[in-house]
C-alpha cells in the first residue's frame, strides 16, 4: 500500500493554490441550506436501567433529567448552555444533536423545520467533543485530508476536496501548524499543537461537511482566556459569516465572553432557568430579586444563585415559566408549528465513501501510526531478537541426530512454540483498549462501521506477523543446527507465523468476547495453560482422556509442536544408541513420532487446521466486537 497516496498530499500541487475566497461549494453532494429555527416542546429525558429497560417495573426508581422543557434556538444565532455541575446541560444538547445514549429515555419533541431531529442530524450537523480524540502521528493537514475522506461525499472530486481542506485551514488560521504533528496527550512528542490549536482543529474537522448546525461541549474549558476568546471569535464569525448556528456548553465564561452570545439558555434541576438574549440575563434576574453587583462577573452571580439550593433554583424557574421570554419562546414555538411545512431539498442527499475506501484510509492511517510511532514494535522485535540469539547460543553445537539431543530438538521446538505463542495473545489483548476511545468518537459520528475498523486493525497487524517469527526463527533455526534444508526451513518458518496469528485472533477474540482486560485475563489464563497442558510435551496425547481429545483438536499449540516434531523427524532413518544401557533407544524418526503419538501424515492437515483456528477465532471476535459497538451506539 502507498501511505504516501494514503495520508499525504503536497502542499504545492497547483490544485492546492485556490483561496477560500475562490472556493465553490460542493455542488456534487451540497444542497442549498435555508435557514431554519430549531425548537422543543414537552421534552423529558430520564435513566433506564436494564431490568427497567426490558421488564419495564413501575416499582424501579428513575432518575429524570430534563422535565417537560421547551425552547426556541432561532435560525443563525450563537447559543451558550449554562448551569451547575448535574443541572442536565450536556443531556440537553445530546438530546438536541440526537446523541443520547439509549440508557436514556426520552420523551417529548425536537424539531427543527417541522422536521424531526433524527431525520436531519446526521449529515446536517457537526458535534465537537468536550475532550479531543486524534491521531497524534498526523500533521493537522494530514489529520483533516483524512477526515475529509470519510466525511464528505463520495462524489466530491479529489481536487475539490483537497482545497476544502486548504480552506479550512486558511480560514480558521491554522496555516501556521498545518505541518506540526497533532501530538499524543502525554505529550511525548518534541513538537505538538497547544490546547488552543486542538480545540480549533476540532471545529475545522466538524466544518469539512459545512454543517449549518454544530454542537459544541464545552470548547473553551482547560483554555487559557486569550485562547477561549479566540475559539468563541471562530464560532461568532462562523455565525455571521457563514450563516450558521452554533449551540454549545460553556462554563462560567467571563462577563465579555458572556455577552458576545446572542442567545442564553441557563439549566438548573433538569428545568430552564432562563432562555432567551444573553445581555437580558442580568435584567431577569434583577426583576425576580436577584441583582448582580457592580464589576462582579455576571456569569458568576449567575451560577452562585443557580447552586445555593433548591428552593432558589426551584424559585428562579419558576418566574421563567411566567415571564415574558418564555411567552416569547411559546409564540415562536407555536408559530414554527404553525409554517412547518419544509422543503425537502434542506436534507443532504449525501453519499458516503465506499466501504473499500474507508478501508483503504484507515488501514493507511495505522500503517502510519506504526512507521511515526514505531516504540512498541521496536521494543518488541528486538526483544525477539535478544531472546533468539540466547537460546540460539544455548543450543549452540549440541543439536545431532543422537539419543541425548532427542530432548534437546523437543526443547527448540518448544522455545520456538511458546514465544509465538504468549507474547502476540497478551500484547494485542494490553494493546486494543489504546484504540476503542478513538474507534468510538469515530465510530458513533458514523465515519465507518465496526467491521472496517477490525479489518483494518488486523490488516495492519500483518508485517508484525510475519516479520517478528521469520527473523526470530531463523536465528534460532541457523545457530541450533537444525535441518539443512530449505523446504523444512520455509515450512518451519510457516508454522511460527501461523502459531503467532492464531494467538493474535486469539487474544482479539477473549478481548471482544469479555470487553474488559482484567475480566479477559482471568479466563484467557486457564485456557492458555490447558492448551499447553494438552501439547503432547507434559502428556502423552494417548493418555489424554476422551472427553478431553476435542481440546487437542483446536491446541494450535500442539498443532505447531507436532508439525515441528514432524518435519525434523519423518525423514530420519537412523538415530545412533546411546552407550549407557539405561537410557531408552529410539532407532529412527518414525520411532521418536511414535513415542508422542505424532503422526507423520498430520504436517499439511494440521498447518489447515490452524488456518481455520485463525479464521474462526477472528469470526466470532468481529462477531463479538460488532455486537459491542452497537450496544455502544445505542447504549
Known sequence: MDLSSTVFFNPSDSDFSTTHSQLTPADEYKIED???????????????????????????????LLKNVEGYIPPCSLVAIMGPSGAGKST???????????????????????????????????????????????????????????????????????????AIIEKLGLGQCANTRIGSNGGHDRVTLSGGERKILAFATELLTDPPIL???EPTTGLDS??????????????????????????QPSSELLNVFHQLILVADGRIAYSGPANKVTSFFESIGYRCPENYNSAEFIMKILSDGSSSVVSVCDEFAMSKHSEQIQYSISKEMFFEAINPSIFR??????????????????????????????HRFLQKVVIALMVGLCY???????????????????????????????????????????????YTSGLYGASTFYFANMLSTIPTLIIEPVVYTTIIYCMAGLQNDLYTYFLTVIITILVMAVSTSCGYMFSNIFGSMSLALTF??????????????????RSIPW???????????????????ILQWKNVPFIKCSEDPDIPCLTTGAEVLDKYDFVSSNLMPNIYRMIWLFTGFHVVSLTCFVIRARLHKLS
Open 34 to 64: 435555508q435557514d431554519l429555527a430549531l425548537y422543543w416542546t414537552d421534552l423529558s429525558v430520564q435513566t433506564v436501567n436494564k431490568r427497567d429497560r426490558w421488564f419495564r417495573s413501575s416499582l424501579e426508581t428513575k432518575k429524570v
Open 547 to 565: 472427553f478431553l481429545r476435542w481440546v487437542v483438536a483446536i491446541s494450535w499449540f500442539e498443532l505447531g509442536f507436532e508439525g515441528l516434531t
Open 396 to 442: 549452540l553445537g549440541t543439536i545431532q541426530e543422537t539419543q541425548v539431543a532427542i530432548q534437546s530438538f523437543q526443547g527448540v521446538f518448544f522455545i520456538l512454540i511458546t514465544e509465538n505463542f504468549f507474547t502476540p495473545m497478551y500484547s494485542v489483548m494490553s494493546h486494543l483498549p489504546t484504540q476503542l476511545p478513538l474507534f468510538t468518537r469515530e
Open 226 to 251: 486569550y485562547s477561549a476568546q479566540k475559539v468563541v471569535n471562530i464560532m461568532e464569525e462562523l455565525v455571521s459569516n457563514n450563516k450558521k448556528t452554533v449551540v454549545c456548553i460553556i462554563h
Open 524 to 541: 484467557v489464563q486457564p485456557f492458555d495453560n490447558v492448551i499447553m497442558m494438552l501439547s503432547g510435551i507434559f502428556l502423552n496425547i
Open 92 to 166: 440537553l444538547m445530546g438530546a438536541l444533536a440526537h446523541k443520547l445514549p439509549a440508557h436514556l429515555e426520552v420523551e417529548g419533541n425536537v424539531n427543527i423545520g417541522g422536521v424531526s431531529v433524527n431525520k436531519f442530524m446526521r449529515h446536517n450537523s457537526g458535534f465537537m467533543y468536550q475532550h479531543n480524540l486524534f491521531s497524534g502521528v498526523f500533521t493537522v493537514k494530514e489529520h483533516l485530508y483524512f477526515m475529509a475522506k470519510l466525511k464528505m461525499d463520495r462524489r466530491t472530486s479529489e481536487k475539490m476536496l483537497r482545497n476544502r481542506v486548504l
Open 349 to 378: 442527499n449525501h453519499l458516503s465513501p465506499f466501504w473499500p475506501v474507508k478501508m483503504y484510509h484507515l488501514t493507511g492511517r495505522y500503517f502510519l501510526e506504526k512507521v511515526r510511532d514505531p516504540t512498541i514494535d521496536v
Open 215 to 217: 454542537f459544541c461541549d
